[in-house]
């Protein structure tokens, strides 16, 4: 079970990043032969949504764009 306030907590913590704030794996993508976690994390999310017949089109998208990099 999740807690109630997980949305609201996390909420809170992404505003309280500053701006311009990335994420490791962006500025991987964006740094040519970097080694990225791609197919760990986007590559299982968009694998696990075909699995289970779970549309996923933003994150299918994402992945197709960047595949293969």
Known sequence: MLPDDLVERHLAALRSFLPGTTSSLYRDLKTPGAKTEWEAIVGKA????????????????????????
Not at 46 to 69: D, F, H
């Open 46 to 69: 968009v694998r696990l949504a075909r699995e289970n017949g779970v549309q996923a089109p933003c994150m299918t998208a994402i992945y197709e764009k960047y595949a293969g990099r």
